[in-house]
């Protein structure tokens, strides 16, 4: 996920190639959306359902004000984190007193938004139990999903996706347009993307043809075939289709028939490999998701595949449509269509190496995750941060590959400990991490540091999300490991974990004791990580307490290490706890600038946790000194990003008070209507925008929705009142929102009856008197 907010139409996946034909198609979705809440298009792999999905996204977007969201599934392959994937991708972290689900019930009951849940037929009673459970209590709610099988749920309209449409085969091709066909389009296109200038007519459009008719219309099949022009002709292709008796004929029981003919497609372009082309793509399987090019060189080179050889077969799969070519700004990665993917690993369980390509992978990813750390206190921080986000696919897949052998768990927590900032607190992901550490140290494993160690991230996670009986207990366990080692760097960890307890209890002066014999008893430079944790909680409790001798010296050594390290992360917590002391010292610019630089430092790392904390102590400082307006605006920005975070602030008691006395001095000073009208403009703003204004690099905006103006009406109300003022009919208004037309003017006529109005005119004035009071007020 490399966002952290995906529910903008701008974040959905970028098609490299475009899209053709499936107009009916994209039609009809529409028009099924309108009507229905869960519309599920259904079909074989390959046929297209993706693509469509997409296509479909586009087309509708501006019916649902709160965005589009699209979850890949495909790359997932446990159940128990679907609702959390979901929860992500929707821009929600986790909160350990309430479920997933709850919160995403809570935070999408309200909005209109359209949920893409693509590829889910592996996990089929997951996503269905899921989807059932937020359509029941989210009443805006619309999900489209893709599945080879519909989910069975009440409600559900399953869309079969056909093949590509064909020429008419009862019409000479001289009375035909072939272009016109949907399939012959597709297979010229992507020609010609390989032959430029490639067309369809009298010299191949019988082959042509009878490419696409023997491929059932099958888009991928199609793409697969088209993509041998680089190196056959027409007619060869179709020759040697035809020498493929099982493509036509072979038919496999209870198998439907186009996907045998996909299946034969892909075993034919397999058969044109070389035999290095064909091991690679076997070994590729492996990978979950996309992979990088040093990743596929350390997991698949070796034996009769040279290392030097990689790059090249890379290019020749891509060249082939077995691989998909993604950019990341300046970094490629590769991936493969899930059904090409499992037939992959059909072949690498044949040559009798998938046992041995997991283990290598798990070994790469290991080895990925423990260098990061290593490089924590470093220039490429935010670097790794970027790397592990783009690798989190195979990083579950190495650690569910971990929980899955026996004799295997120790790794996995290895794996687990070392993405405590990268993961578990730096990118929110409370609930994944602890999921995935209730289960590493639930199998039984001897009591080693590894296993101390993992106890204790699992116990910071669970204090940090309110947890304290859990947390407590782990440290306890811990504790307990650690006293039959001679590991100061445990000791030094379970230091720091109680302190975090006692300070978010309110207890400053027992979190400072316990921190610092935590900083005694580890040797310097050892575990600069862990020595920074210690130091921001010691310096948040005395800058609290008003010690301002312990609390400098507490920043100046933290300072000093980052600094030469050109680390980003601590230091950006170091600064926001030196705006704390300022602030407590009296200081409001002093405080309002610390804070807006550690702001700086985290708009690179994207860490929302950190953002969250800075924006809201930015709002508390700056109410000595700024506009009401400002403030009660910057409460509503941390306030969106609580809520994504599923944290409350009630939680850290020796904040908290903080926060009342801001938000209650903001009310006072703007009254009830003032007040909401600036929150509510903080909390629409989108993280980016957030961030801008938070550093004051844009002014005060009004909001695109007046507040006050849809007390009146419901949401979907004041939006068809904003849309009868521009001029819509209720046809268009039906077509730009997805509704039936029927239901457009049931909501016009709503709005004239609690308006007390008569025409359509009334309604347009209106909106425009809201709008204008808006502003002014």
Same mark, same amino acid.
Request: a negative charge; glycine letters at 8%.
């Given at each position: 996920m490399s966002s952290v907010v995906r529910q903008r139409t701008s974040s959905l996946p970028l098609e490299l190639s475009s899209f053709v034909g499936r107009r009916r198609e994209v039609d009809e979705v529409r028009r099924l959306l309108?009507?229905?809440?869960?519309?599920?298009?259904?079909?074989?792999?390959g046929v297209g359902k993706t693509r469509l999905a997409l296509e479909v996204t586009n087309a509708v977007r501006r019916a649902f004000p709160d965005g589009v969201v699209v979850v890949e599934l495909d790359q997932l392959r446990d159940p128990e984190l679907v609702p959390n994937s979901v929860a992500v991708a929707v821009g929600l972290r986790e909160n350990a007193d309430r479920t997933t689900v709850e919160l995403m019930i809570e935070y999408l009951a309200s909005r209109r938004l359209l949920l893409v849940l693509d590829n889910s037929e592996h996990l089929v009673d997951a996503v269905a139990e899921l989807a059932a459970e937020l359509l029941q209590r989210c009443r805006e709610l619309r999900?489209?999903?893709?599945?080879?099988?519909?989910?069975? +749920?009440?409600?559900?309209?399953?869309?079969?996706?056909?093949?590509?449409?064909?020429?008419?085969?009862?019409?000479?091709?001289?009375d035909q347009d072939l272009i016109r066909a949907e399939a012959v389009a597709l297979f010229v296109e992507r020609a010609a993307s390989i032959r430029p200038g490639f067309t369809?007519?009298?010299?191949?459009?019988?082959?042509?043809?009878? +490419?696409? %008719?023997?491929?059932?219309?099958?888009?991928?099949?199609?793409?697969?075939?088209?993509?041998r022009l680089r190196a056959l002709s027409e007619k060869d292709i179709l020759a040697r289709l035809a020498d493929q008796p099982h493509l036509l004929t072979t038919r496999l029981r209870h198998v439907p028939a186009r996907q045998q003919t996909l299946r034969a497609c892909i075993e034919w372009s397999h058969g044109l490999c070389s035999p290095e082309e064909q091991l690679l793509w076997a070994r590729l399987s492996v990978f979950a998701g996309a992979f990088e090019l040093d990743a596929?060189? !350390?997991?698949?080179?070796?034996?009769?595949?040279?290392?030097?050889?990689?790059?090249?077969?890379?290019?020749?799969?891509?060249?082939?449509?077995?691989?998909?070519?993604?950019?990341?700004?300046? +970094?490629?990665?590769?991936?493969?269509? !899930?059904?090409?993917? $499992?037939?992959?690993?059909? %072949?690498?369980?044949?040559?009798?190496?998938?046992?041995?390509l997991r283990r290598r992978h798990r070994d790469w990813y290991l080895e990925l995750v423990e260098r990061a750390q290593a490089d924590w206190v470093s220039p490429k921080q935010v670097e790794w941060f970027g790397r592990l986000d783009r690798e989190h696919s195979n990083i579950q897949a190495a650690m569910a590959y971990c929980l899955g052998e026996p004799g295997e768990v120790e790794p996995a927590m290895r794996m687990l400990a070392a993405l405590f900032h990268f993961y578990w607190w730096g990118r929110g992901w409370t609930k994944e991490g602890r999921l995935w550490l209730s289960r590493a140290l639930d199998q039984p494993s001897p009591p080693t540091a590894v296993r101390a160690r993992a106890l204790l991230t699992d116990g910071a996670l669970a204090l940090g999300a309110g947890d304290m009986e859990g947390g407590l207990r782990r440290l306890e366990e811990a504790e307990g490991i650690a006293g039959g080692l001679d590991d100061p760097t445990i000791d030094a960890h379970a230091r720091w974990v109680s302190g975090c307890a006692v300070m978010y209890s309110g207890d400053l002066p027992g979190s400072i004791e316990i921190l610092e014999r935590g900083l005694a008893v580890l040797p310097p430079g050892v575990d600069l990580p862990m020595r920074l944790n210690m130091l921001l909680g010691c310096a948040i409790s005395s800058g609290l307490l008003g010690d301002s001798d312990r609390a400098n010296a507490c920043h100046e050594e933290s300072l000093r290490i980052t600094g030469s390290a050109g680390e980003c992360f601590h230091r950006s917590w170091a600064l926001w706890a030196l705006g704390l002391f300022a602030m407590q010292q009296g200081d409001h610019n002093r405080s309002a600038e610390l804070y807006r630089e550690s702001i700086r430092l985290r708009r690179d790392l994207r860490d929302l946790t950190g953002f969250g904390w800075s924006v809201e102590s930015?709002?508390?400082?700056?109410?000595?000194?700024?506009?009401? !307006?400002?403030?009660?605006?910057?409460?509503?920005?941390?306030?969106?990003?609580?809520?994504?975070?599923?944290?409350?602030?009630?939680?850290?008691?020796?904040?908290?008070?903080?926060?009342?006395?801001?938000?209650?001095?903001?009310?006072?000073?703007?009254?009830?209507?003032? =007040?909401?009208?600036? =929150?509510?403009?903080?909390?629409?703003?989108?993280?980016?925008?957030?961030?801008?204004?938070?550093?004051?690099?844009?002014?005060?905006?009004?909001?695109?929705v007046p507040t006050q103006a849809p007390r009146l009406?419901?949401?979907?109300?004041?939006?068809?009142?904003?849309?009868?003022?521009?001029?819509?009919?209720?046809?268009?208004?039906?077509?730009?929102?997805?509704?039936?037309?029927?239901?457009? $003017?049931?909501?016009? $006529?709503?709005?004239?009856?609690?308006?007390? =109005?008569?025409?359509?005119?009334?309604?347009?004035?209106?909106?425009?008197?809201?709008?204008?009071?808006?502003?002014?007020?």
């Open positions: 309108s009507s229905s809440r869960l519309v599920t298009l259904t079909g074989p792999g999900i489209l999903a893709t599945s080879r099988e519909w989910l069975g +749920i009440q409600g559900e309209v399953a869309l079969p996706v056909p093949p590509l449409t064909l020429p008419d085969p009862d019409l000479p091709f001289a369809v007519g009298e010299h191949n459009g019988a082959a042509i043809v009878e +490419i696409c %008719q023997r491929l059932d219309g099958l888009p991928l099949a199609i793409e697969l075939a088209a993509a596929v060189e !350390e997991v698949c080179a070796g034996d009769v595949l040279d290392v030097g050889d990689v790059v090249e077969l890379l290019a020749s799969l891509m060249d082939k449509s077995i691989l998909v070519r993604e950019q990341h700004g300046d +970094i490629v990665r590769y991936r493969m269509l !899930e059904t090409i993917r $499992e037939f992959g690993m059909e %072949q690498l369980e044949r040559t009798g190496e998938r046992a041995d930015l709002a508390w400082t700056e109410a000595a000194f700024a506009p009401p !307006e400002r403030v009660a605006t910057l409460l509503g920005i941390a306030d969106r990003l609580w809520e994504i975070m599923g944290r409350p602030l009630e939680t850290y008691q020796h904040q908290y008070p903080h926060h009342v006395d801001c938000e209650r001095v903001a009310r006072e000073r703007l009254g009830r209507k003032r =007040f909401e009208a600036a =929150f509510e403009r903080g909390r629409v703003m989108s993280t980016d925008d957030a961030v801008a204004f938070a550093l004051g690099e844009v002014p005060l905006q009004t909001a695109t009406l419901t949401r979907r109300e004041w939006e068809i009142a904003e849309l009868i003022a521009e001029g819509l009919t209720s046809k268009n208004i039906a077509t730009r929102l997805v509704i039936s037309v029927r239901t457009a $003017e049931t909501h016009t $006529e709503n709005i004239l009856t609690k308006l007390g =109005f008569t025409s359509r005119a009334q309604i347009a004035t209106w909106v425009a008197e809201q709008r204008a009071k808006h502003v002014s007020g």
